[in-house]
Structures are given as C-alpha cells and as structure tokens.
C-alpha cells in the first residue's frame, strides 16, 4: 500500500474537495445572483422578502471562513 501524502485522504479527502468546491462557485456566483434577485424584485415586487447587502456580506465572510478552514484541513501533510 502506498503512504497517503495528506493527514486526510481517499474518500474522506474527496467529500472535503467536493464540499470546498461547492463553497467556492457558491462565493464566486452569489453577488450575480443576489444583485439578480434585486433586480427581478424591483421589477415584479416582493422587495420585503429580499436579503440586505449587510446580510448577504454576512454569508459571503461565513462561506470564505470556511473556505478557508477547509483548505488548511486539506493541507496538513501526513506525518507516520
């Protein structure tokens, strides 16, 4: 068998990949879709039911955080 070169890795280490990468298109794509949302509300109504920016930059630093948790997970060399 060969050494594993991270702490975390096989299907452990791919279920933390798989979830990184959906944080990232999530923080990639969340302004276009939000200012979307704002857009389509001023137009159609339902304003009320909108997220604020506060709240929305919220998320964003929330997501990055955890970006940022994972990719130190994802980083931590196995040692035997």
Do not use: T
């Not at 009320?48 to 929305?56: F, G, I, Q, T, Y």
């Amino acid at each position: 068998m060969n050494n594993p070169q991270f702490k975390i890795y096989g299907i452990e280490r791919r279920k933390v990949k798989k979830e990184l990468s959906e944080l990232n298109s999530y923080v990639k794509n969340f302004w276009y879709f939000h200012q979307l949302d704002k857009d389509m509300a001023s137009f159609y109504g339902g304003e009320e039911r909108l997220m604020n920016d506060v709240d929305a930059q919220q998320k964003i630093d929330q997501a990055k955080n955890k970006i940022k948790e994972l990719q130190i997970k994802l980083s931590i060399v196995y040692i035997k």
